[in-house]
């Protein structure tokens, strides 16, 4: 089991930065990918970004060239470096992990709210 405990988020202007981190815990061996998710009230969950042990970054086209993902070295904390927000930015983010031990298996944090509002 991989337990992911978020840390970030809250309310910024228009224009700001934040920064969302992503830790795992837990049976970390055989994390594949870690990234973020979001989902604003209304509207399905979509891919934010997404890294992997070889970092392949993936990104939504929303956040392209605003939005960062790195990772550390032992794949087990994930940043969400996100600048130029704006309103629709808004939504809640949750970390996602992908571990891969014989068959592959998503594991998800409690989520955590942004709010891009003046």
């Known amino acids: 089991q991989v337990q992911l405990e978020e840390y970030g988020g809250g309310l910024v202007q228009p224009g700001g930065s934040l920064e969302l981190s992503c830790a795992a815990s837990?049976?970390?061996?055989?994390?594949?990918?870690m990234g973020w998710y979001r989902q604003a009230p209304g509207k399905e969950r979509e891919l934010v970004a997404s890294?992997?042990?070889?970092?392949?970054?993936t990104y939504g086209e929303p956040v392209k060239g605003r939005f960062t993902i790195s990772r550390d070295n032992a794949m087990t904390t994930v940043t969400l470096q996100m600048n130029s927000l704006k309103p629709e930015d808004t939504a809640v983010y949750y970390c996602n992990a992908r571990q891969v031990i014989i068959r592959a298996n998503d594991y998800w944090g409690q989520g955590t709210q942004v709010t891009v509002s003046s």
């Open positions: 890294i992997t042990s070889g970092d392949i970054t």
């Open positions: 837990g049976i970390t061996v055989g994390i594949k990918a």
